[in-house]
């Protein structure tokens, strides 16, 4: 697939040996490849060198998906027929590189945020939603995903050069070395620097709670409004409509950009591992705790305890933890309820066909 038409070529939406190993694997070589650059119920926006097509999976995927991760993301490279110049039909998604997925909102389900990107830019704008918990959660499943986050700290226009200062040093005093993107759309600030994050060819999301910015950030980097924010409020650069639908955009210099909409919950889905992995400091402490099985909430000779009350450890970041592992052991254990019950469905289609063999004359 290294076909052009136009001006693109498929490396340019994001295409290489990664996702061609999985293509050949799966011998699906005689299939044409394209990129899901959006979604909207059901019907998926494909593009690859030669255009863009409205594409539908099959009636078999339908049937044969057990989960939302078995459906087409934006994000996925799949294989493709073209049923004419601008319609498709999708025949399979190609393994992932990495994934973003928490769980949705209300429901004890899996939620695909995007698919095969290299960084997510956590936006919180220094107003309101400014929260040191909630871009812990979406660094947990950033790790998760194998994807690298950043943290791009918007709207600093409405706050001093000292007020400022006092949020990075709280982020940094938390997080360590993340990297960290201090930006105003208004005041153009930040953006060169955001800018030396993407590279041609990569593809990178943005992620945050509706309202922060995270669309009128992508249109200053594009060099023009191709998502409309509404009317600004120039004292808090909020526009009145924010992205509903994900999406994907091309910069000139050849990055690609995914908006998504405002997440007002970012909900644990099979992180246990990845929690464990951002928190290594409690993990460590964990390991002297007075009993094996130790919960550190009110249990005798805890040393995690024992570091929140001394100050050696953070106190918010102790109850986050204690706060993400529930939620992500609670979606565990009704991942197995479900599993059980895929089961006994999957045993009923069975003895169904056996059925209907009989009865056939």
Same mark, same amino acid.
């Given at each position: 697939?290294?076909?052009?038409?136009?001006?693109?070529?498929?490396?340019?939406?994001?295409?290489?040996?990664?996702?061609?190993?999985?293509?050949?694997?799966?011998?699906?070589?005689?299939?044409?490849?394209?990129?899901?650059?959006?979604?909207?119920?059901?019907?998926?926006?494909?593009?690859?060198?030669?255009?863009?097509?409205?594409?539908?999976?099959?009636?078999?995927?339908?049937?044969?998906?057990?989960?939302?991760?078995?459906?087409?993301?934006?994000?996925?490279?799949?294989?493709?027929?073209?049923?004419?110049?601008?319609?498709?039909?999708?025949?399979?998604?190609?393994?992932?590189?990495?994934?973003?997925?928490?769980?949705?909102?209300?429901?004890?389900?899996?939620?695909?945020?995007?698919?095969?990107?290299?960084?997510?830019?956590?936006?919180?704008?220094?107003?309101?939603?400014?929260?040191?918990?909630?871009?812990?959660?979406?660094?947990?499943?950033?790790?998760?995903?194998?994807?690298?986050?950043?943290?791009?700290?918007?709207?600093?226009?409405?706050?001093?050069?000292?007020?400022?200062?006092? +949020?990075?040093?709280?982020?940094?005093?938390?997080?360590?070395?993340?990297?960290?993107?201090?930006?105003?759309?208004?005041?153009?600030?930040?953006?060169?620097?955001?800018?030396?994050?993407?590279?041609?060819?990569?593809?990178?999301?943005?992620?945050?709670?509706?309202?922060?910015?995270?669309?009128?950030?992508?249109?200053?980097?594009?060099?023009?409004?191709?998502?409309?924010?509404?009317?600004?409020?120039?004292?808090?650069?909020?526009?009145?409509?924010?992205?509903?639908?994900?999406?994907?955009?091309?910069?000139?210099?050849?990055?690609?950009?995914?908006?998504?909409?405002?997440?007002?919950?970012?909900?644990?889905?099979?992180?246990?591992?990845?929690?464990?992995?951002?928190?290594?400091?409690?993990?460590?402490?964990?390991?002297?705790?007075?009993?094996?099985?130790?919960?550190?909430?009110?249990?005798?000779?805890?040393?995690?305890?024992?570091?929140?009350?001394?100050?050696?450890?953070?106190?918010?970041?102790?109850?986050?933890?204690?706060?993400?592992?529930?939620?992500?052991?609670?979606?565990?254990?009704? +991942?197995?309820?479900?599993?059980?019950?895929?089961?006994?469905?999957? +045993?009923?289609?069975?003895?169904?066909?056996?059925?209907?063999?009989?009865?056939?004359?």
């Amino acid at each position: 697939m290294n076909g052009e038409t136009g001006k693109i070529k498929i490396e340019d939406l994001g295409y290489g040996e990664f996702f061609e190993t999985g293509r050949n694997k799966l011998n699906l070589g005689v299939f044409e490849v394209a990129r899901i650059i959006a979604e909207h119920k059901g019907l998926y926006i494909a593009k690859n060198a030669r255009g863009e097509y409205s594409a539908k999976i099959t009636g078999k995927q339908v049937f044969d998906a057990l989960t939302r991760e078995d459906y087409p993301a934006v994000g996925d490279w799949v294989v493709i027929t073209e049923t004419s110049e601008t319609q498709a039909v999708i025949h399979k998604v190609l393994p992932r590189k990495t994934m973003l997925k928490r769980k949705s909102s209300g429901k004890n389900d899996i939620q695909i945020i995007a698919t095969n990107i290299e960084v997510a830019f956590v936006v919180e704008s220094v107003d309101g939603d400014y929260n040191l918990n909630r871009f812990e959660r979406y660094f947990v499943i950033a790790n998760d995903g194998g994807v690298r986050p950043v943290i791009v700290l918007n709207k600093t226009d409405l706050i001093s050069k000292e007020e400022l200062k006092i +949020k990075i040093e709280q982020i940094k005093k938390r997080f360590g070395d993340i990297d960290l993107v201090a930006a105003s759309t208004l005041a153009d600030g930040g953006l060169d620097e955001l800018k030396s994050y993407i590279s041609k060819g990569k593809t990178y999301c943005f992620l945050g709670s509706s309202g922060v910015g995270k669309s009128s950030l992508i249109n200053k980097l594009i060099g023009k409004i191709v998502i409309n924010t509404g009317d600004i409020d120039y004292r808090t650069d909020r526009g009145r409509h924010t992205t509903t639908g994900r999406g994907m955009y091309f910069l000139k210099d050849g990055g690609i950009l995914i908006d998504n909409p405002g997440m007002r919950e970012v909900g644990m889905a099979d992180a246990g591992s990845s929690i464990e992995n951002l928190f290594d400091e409690i993990i460590v402490l964990a390991k002297k705790c007075k009993f094996s099985d130790c919960t550190h909430i009110q249990e005798p000779g805890c040393k995690v305890l024992a570091a929140v009350q001394s100050g050696k450890l953070d106190e918010g970041k102790y109850l986050n933890y204690i706060s993400l592992k529930r939620e992500a052991e609670y979606f565990e254990m009704a +991942k197995v309820e479900r599993k059980q019950k895929e089961r006994q469905f999957g +045993k009923f289609i069975k003895t169904a066909k056996k059925q209907l063999k009989k009865l056939d004359y």
